[in-house]
T-cell receptor, first 115, second 113 residues
Framework: DTGVSQDPRHKITKRGQNVTFRCDPISEHNRLYWYRQTLGQGPEFLTYFQNEAQLEKSRLLSDRFSAERPKGSFSTLEIQRTEQGDSAMYLC?????????????FGQGTRLTVV | AQKVTQAQTEISVVEKEDVTLDCVYETRDTTYYLFWYKQPPSGELVFLIRRNSFDEQNEISGRYSWNFQKSTSSFNFTITASQVVDSAVYFCARIQGAQKLVFGQGTRLTINP
């Protein structure tokens, strides 16, 4: 499978715990994006990387959220001290050189439930 | 904020009917890109089409067609002879800034057998 891969697909965690999600982009894509989608809404932009550099972060990305993309390949999104409001689908996407105007291709997402 | 509006929250039709999903966007840019995505129950967003603002030609791909009208800031999506497998949530989106996709709220389409 050469698409965007996300792991895990589902995560249930207790409030206050830390969670980490992983995204493996399409191999030749140098841009990687994280989005969050709550029930009944469209995805909302969180952050994006060009290679290993994090170039933009949304105001939605509070201090409890951190994203990394070491070596410009896979990326991780960590949420510290989770809150019930963090429950959502977290979607990763990647784009070829030239970026989102050339198309952003999404993974299947990680559904987070904070109890 | 320059919004993308999908006024139809839910549409339900019987199989083989044609159905049009509406999308209206706001932009101050002269060059911009618009997209449609399909999100089946599995959750993955499936890319359907990209359109740039210079190209106002309508596009057809099998049973799918798209009508882009700059004059009304609309980018509507029509499915001809709908099938049960077309049931999904459909999102319209545009690029904001250089890289950020701004999505509409989506239209849940249900095709009944």
């Amino acid at each position: 499978d050469t698409g965007v891969s996300q792991d895990p697909r589902h995560k249930i965690t207790k409030r206050g715990q830390n969670v980490t999600f992983r995204c493996d982009p399409i191999s030749e894509h140098n841009r990687l994006y994280w989005y969050r989608q709550t029930l009944g809404q469209g995805p909302e932009f969180l952050t994006y990387f060009q290679n290993e550099a994090q170039l933009e972060k949304s105001r939605l990305l509070s201090d409890r959220f951190s994203a990394e993309r070491p070596k410009g390949s896979f990326s991780t999104l960590e949420i510290q001290r989770t809150e019930q409001g963090d429950s959502a689908m977290y979607l990763c996407a990647s784009s070829p050189r030239g970026g989102a105007p050339h198309g952003a291709f999404f993974g299947q997402g990680t559904r987070l439930t904070v109890v | 904020a320059q919004k993308v509006t999908q006024a139809q929250t839910e549409i339900s039709v019987v199989e083989k009917e044609d159905v049009t999903l509406d999308c209206v966007y706001e932009t101050r840019d002269t060059t911009y890109y618009l997209f449609w995505y399909k999100q089946p129950p599995s959750g993955e967003l499936v890319f359907l089409i990209r359109r740039n603002s210079f190209d106002e030609q309508n596009e057809i791909s099998g049973r799918y067609s798209w009508n882009f009208q700059k004059s009304t800031s609309s980018f509507n999506f029509t499915i001809t002879a709908s099938q049960v497998v077309d049931s999904a949530v459909y999102f319209c989106a545009r690029i904001q800034g250089a890289q950020k996709l701004v999505f509409g709220q989506g239209t849940r389409l249900t095709i009944n057998p």
